[in-house]
C-alpha cells in the first residue's frame, strides 16, 4: 500500500518562505510523476507544480519564479520550496504522485498540510 507523507506547512507572515517534504513509501516501482496540488476554501483543486523522474517540471502561472519543486523520483521524495508567499497561496497543499507518463495526477494522495499566509 503506497503511502505519502507531507511535512512543512504552517503560518507565514506575506512575503515569508516555506518548505514543503514529501516521502512515498510502500511502492515496489520508483514514481514517474510527483507533485503538489493545493485546495483553498470554496476553490476547486489546482496543479501548483510537478516534477518527472526524468526532470522536467510544470509550475502553475500564479507560482512561477516563487516556487520551486525538486526531488528525487528514485528516492520517491519531493520538495516544494515557496518563497515571496501571499495571502492567495493559503490552502491544503496536497502531495501526489503517480507511475504513469504524463501530467495527469497519479493515483496517490498525502493527507495534506495547511499552509497560511496572513499578518
Known amino acids: 500500500q503506497v503511502q505519502l507523507v507531507e511535512s512543512g506547512g504552517g503560518l507565514v507572515q506575506p512575503g515569508g518562505s516555506l518548505r514543503l517534504s514529501c516521502a512515498a513509501s510502500?511502492?515496489?516501482?520508483?514514481?514517474?510523476?510527483m507533485g503538489w496540488y493545493r485546495q483553498a476554501p470554496g476553490k476547486q483543486c489546482e496543479l501548483v507544480a510537478a516534477?518527472?523522474?526524468?526532470?522536467?517540471?510544470k509550475y502553475a502561472d500564479s507560482v512561477k519564479g516563487r516556487f520551486t519543486i525538486s526531488g528525487d523520483l528514485a528516492k520517491s521524495t519531493v520538495y516544494l520550496q515557496m518563497n515571496s508567499l501571499k495571502p492567495e497561496d493559503t490552502a491544503v497543499y496536497y502531495c501526489?504522485?503517480?507511475?504513469?507518463?504524463?501530467?495527469?495526477?497519479?493515483?496517490?494522495w498525502g493527507q495534506g498540510t495547511q499552509v497560511s499566509v496572513s499578518s
Open positions: 501526489n504522485a503517480g507511475h504513469q507518463a504524463g501530467w495527469a495526477a497519479g493515483p496517490y
Open positions: 510502500g511502492s515496489i516501482f520508483s514514481m514517474y510523476v
Open positions: 516534477i518527472t523522474s526524468g526532470g522536467m517540471t
